[in-house]
């Protein structure tokens, strides 16, 4: 019987060299010091509440006087991701019978 041998080729050294870098950046993120994380200072859902009047051009919310309504864009991108869709889908489907048409 022989005994396993270990095998040194370069595939170790990549192995060490990212042992090396897992302890750095482990290093690195115990020792950080991150600030605070940065919040609205009111409500969150009145926030969210504003951008869909906003966006839907309800003239409600608390952010009704200081934005424009943007029902027209809003639809008008709607109808063009709706023509981009029945493009792609047109486009991807396949002639079975062979011939040009």
């Known amino acids: 019987m022989t005994r396993p041998r270990l095998h040194t080729s370069s595939k170790q050294a990549v192995g060490l060299v990212a042992f090396v870098l897992f302890g ?19 409500n969150a859902d009145s926030v969210i509440e504003g951008i869909g009047y906003a966006m839907l051009n309800l003239g409600a919310g608390p952010f009704a006087e200081a934005t424009d309504g943007f029902l027209i864009t809003f639809e008008l991108l709607g ?23």
Request: charged share 15%; glycine share 12%.
């Open 24 to 42: 750095v950046l482990a290093a690195v993120f115990l020792t950080a010091d991150f600030a605070d994380a940065a919040t609205f200072s009111g």
């Open 79 to 101: 109808m063009a991701l709706l023509a981009a869709l029945v493009g792609a889908v047109m486009l991807g489907t396949r002639d079975d019978d062979g011939g040009d048409s």
